[in-house]
């Protein structure tokens, strides 16, 4: 599987936007990428996923890089309830196993400041 | 509708002791996983299910078995546990792979002493 990289923690101010990197530079053709999050004592949330273009739903953005080896979450205006850890995953619809399994990192860890 | 369901929520182990955990879901997935969650750390997978009938092996399948004999279950037994396998246990399902949402339950607090 491709791997993605994130870093460990960031923070944000309340009511700003908020954008999480993740480099994905062995990225393949068939691989989306997915972003989920988890909220403290809770299981992993999805929050949004693309392909090649950005991508936009209630919770958040997604903007992809041209050569799709990188990808930005952005959070609009973060709340106290967006503190969570974020994890950029990718997921291959390639034939083979590959597809199946299912890996998370460690994420990035967002504080939200009141 | 209920989602992902997980059962038990919490349980208390002796070294030794076996225990299954039970995985539900109601919308149909083909897909369904096993995680473990250690303190500060990051999802590992157990194990998985392509479909009924069907179990593999994910990053950390020792101590541990699965079966999938229904479709809309996934089971995860520890034969004999140890003090290791206290974590964090959730499970998630999946209609498709690579461009649907995976779907995770509350996760089951498991401690052996």
């Known amino acids: 599987d491709a791997k993605t990289t994130q870093p460990n923690s960031m923070e944000s101010n309340e009511e700003e936007p908020v954008h999480l990197p993740c480099n994905h530079s062995?990225?393949?053709?068939?691989?989306?990428i997915h972003w989920y999050r988890q909220l403290p004592s809770q299981g992993p949330e999805y929050v949004i996923h693309g392909l090649t273009s950005n991508v936009n739903n209630r919770m958040a953005s997604l903007a992809i890089a041209e050569d799709r080896k990188s990808s930005t979450l952005i959070l609009h205006r973060a709340t106290l309830r967006d503190a969570a850890v974020y994890y950029c995953?990718?997921?291959?619809?390639?034939?083979?196993?590959?597809?199946?399994?299912?890996?998370f990192g460690t994420g990035t860890s967002l504080t939200v400041i009141p | 509708n209920a989602g992902v369901t997980q059962t038990p929520k919490f349980r208390v182990l002796k070294t030794g002791q076996s225990m299954t955990l039970l995985c539900a879901q109601d919308?149909?997935?083909?897909?369904m996983y096993w995680y473990r969650q250690d303190p500060g750390m990051g999802l590992r997978l157990i194990h998985y299910?392509?479909?009924?009938?069907?179990?593999a092996k994910g990053e950390v399948p020792d101590g541990y078995n699965v079966s999938r004999l229904k479709k809309q279950n996934f089971l995860l037994g520890l034969e004999s546990a140890a003090p290791s396998q206290t974590s964090v246990y959730f499970c998630?399902?999946?209609?498709?792979?690579?461009?649907?949402?995976?779907?995770f339950g509350q996760g089951t607090r498991l401690t052996v002493v």
């Open positions: 062995t990225i393949s053709g068939t691989d989306y």
């Open positions: 299910s392509v479909g009924e009938g069907t179990t």
């Open positions: 919308m149909n997935h083909e897909y």
């Open positions: 995953i990718l997921r291959d619809v390639g034939t083979g196993d590959t597809g199946n399994q299912f890996y």
């Open positions: 998630a399902s999946q209609g498709a792979i690579g461009y649907t949402e995976a779907f």
